[in-house]
């Protein structure tokens, strides 16, 4: 008894203390980030105070317009992930051969651990006016010049974007797929349902908490963007990342503070729903095992 | 029966169609690797070998080697705590929770947070605060990635060890190690990937060193890209490309020995 005591207490330091710290290093920095945004820029500097300048400077002025374009490109950009990351999820829980199914997996996933700007910097050269696509295009007849629409425009980004973060959301809405009972699929079947009531009533309310987390994934990925917009939506196509990055340019700490936080404040908040609606072990049961 | 073999080309036909999509921006810097007019005078590889004559790019892979280096053995370790405490205590969601918050914040809110964090600290940008930031970031990755594995170990075994009169520390390294040790591997490499192929985050708390994403980076933010940076971005996706390869290997080894 007196062992397992120190044994306990052991174990407490050893897993706990490196825990706590890895724990600090991620709160800290946020917490540290919100108290800025409140404090007074000062020259190159800045100095603690309890002021809402940064926050009036950017929610009053052309910011905003920033702040209203993120978050409809991260919603709408968000659905379009959905709905094609949704299907490719579905097909390798239902379709793939139980045995191909890692495989396909990785196939999703290294184009994903490519280093995305690499690969934004790549789409700039297929879209561009002397690109593949339109050369083609035009060698084909299809259309007498360029396009140029292709490249530093919303169509471009929005490629950007999803061809950036879809690949990681196949994973939690795959999880959620594949963890559903069957038992639930057959009973539908026997009670006389169409295979399209089937997934509309069962199986997709099921699949729910991997969507909604592939959905803040990419939300909260787009919303924060910086190089996407810079590099497929041309000059002045701002995105918040951006906001954010050309506070840094002029040394405004306070106001990328502020802008930061309430990127991170609106995650925070999508998490604490999520975390209210479902149950995370649900979700991670298969990973977690039966704790 | 038709009809079903029309879904199942249509099918997969959408997922060729989503692999080319995600495939398809991994050929333009290799084509462009060969192109400019170095090419012409140097030879084929002339952009290849540009990048050696570049001190400042050389300084830059040393830092991205170091800082890789500490990523792929802190994240891994860090990981595997965690995910003991996980399984030793019973507030799994707590801990999961803030493991995996990294994963929904922001790349420029998470630099910028934690470069405001070191700088109140008062301590200046070095390789350490630039692998701090990437094991955050690679940490959840290596967790999940670690979490998956030892699910897979039956807890019998420890038990049985410990009746056999081994302590807490010989049966995890007897007993579990051996085990789980393909999936320590595996977070190892993957977090190798994660810590090459991360850049916005790097480029807020690096203070003057450069990785080599972070000088492509800035290089393009300056003055644009040239065609040996193009060769560079050839070399990192082949290196990524190599490592995931790895990565499979290690995974197919550990599955076909069960």
Not at chain 1, 90 to 111: H, I, K, M, Q
């Amino acid at each position: 008894m007196k062992l397992s005591r120190r044994f306990a207490l052991t174990r407490l330091l050893v897993l706990g203390l490196p825990l706590l710290v890895t724990a600090a290093f991620i709160v800290g920095p946020l917490l540290i980030t919100l108290a800025v945004s409140f404090w007074r820029k000062k020259g190159f500097g800045m100095e603690p105070d309890f002021i809402l300048k940064s926050y009036e400077l950017f929610f009053g002025g052309p910011r905003l317009e920033v702040l209203e374009r993120s978050l409809w490109v991260a919603v709408s950009s968000t659905a379009i992930m959905l709905l094609i990351a949704y299907p490719v999820a579905f097909l390798v829980a239902n379709r793939v051969r139980a045995d191909l199914t890692r495989v396909v997996l990785f196939l999703f996933a290294a184009p994903f651990l490519v280093n995305y700007i690499i690969r934004t910097f790549a789409w700039a050269d297929i879209l561009s006016r002397t690109g593949p696509v339109n050369e083609t295009l035009v060698w084909l007849s299809l259309t007498p010049e360029p396009l140029d629409w292709l490249l530093y425009s919303d169509f471009a980004v929005y490629l950007g974007l999803v061809t950036a973060y879809m690949p990681f959301m196949i994973f939690p809405i795959w999880l959620s797929l594949s963890g559903i009972e069957h038992r639930f699929l057959e009973a539908s079947w026997m009670l006389g349902e169409p295979p399209w009531r089937t997934f509309w009533r069962v199986t997709l309310p099921l699949s729910m908490p991997g969507v909604f987390a592939a959905a803040i994934f990419g939300f909260v990925s787009a919303f924060g963007e910086v190089a996407v917009s810079l590099i497929l939506g041309g000059t002045g196509y701002q995105l918040l990342g951006n906001a954010v990055s050309s506070a840094l340019n002029v040394l405004n700490f306070p106001l990328a503070a502020a802008i930061s936080s309430v990127a991170t404040g609106m995650m925070l908040v999508m998490l604490l729903l999520w975390y209210r609606l479902f149950d995370i072990r649900l979700f991670l049961g298969k990973i977690m095992g039966r704790n | 029966m038709g009809r079903l073999r029309g879904m199942n080309i249509l099918a997969w036909g959408f997922l060729a169609l989503v692999l080319l999509f995600l495939y398809a921006p991994l050929a333009p810097p290799f084509i462009k690797s060969f192109g400019g007019p170095n090419v012409l005078t140097g030879g084929l590889l002339a952009n290849y070998t540009a990048i050696l004559d570049d001190a400042r790019l050389l300084k830059a892979v040393r830092v991205s080697v170091i800082v890789g280096l500490m990523t792929a053995v802190i994240a891994p370790l860090l990981a595997l705590l965690a995910a003991q405490a996980v399984r030793s205590w019973r507030r799994p969601r707590l801990i999961v929770g803030i493991l995996l918050l990294p994963l929904f914040i922001p790349g420029i809110s998470m630099g910028v947070a934690t470069a405001l964090f070191f700088k109140l600290l008062g301590i200046p940008p070095t390789l350490f605060t630039i692998a701090a930031v990437q094991v955050l970031w690679a940490l959840p990755f290596a967790f999940l990635v670690i979490l998956t594995v030892m699910a897979n170990f039956d807890q019998v075994y420890l038990e049985a060890a410990y009746m056999s009169g081994a302590g807490p520390l010989r049966a995890f390294f007897q007993i579990e190690l051996p085990q789980i040790h393909s999936g320590i591997t595996g977070a190892a490499v993957f977090s190798l990937i994660i810590s090459f192929n991360e850049t916005i985050r790097t480029a807020i708390v690096q203070g003057g060193h450069n990785t080599v994403q972070t000088y492509i980076w800035s290089h393009y933010q300056q003055i644009g890209l040239s065609p040996s940076m193009y060769a560079l971005m050839t070399l990192m996706i082949g290196g990524t490309l190599l490592l995931l390869g790895l990565l499979a290997f290690f995974d197919w080894r550990s599955r076909t020995r069960d």
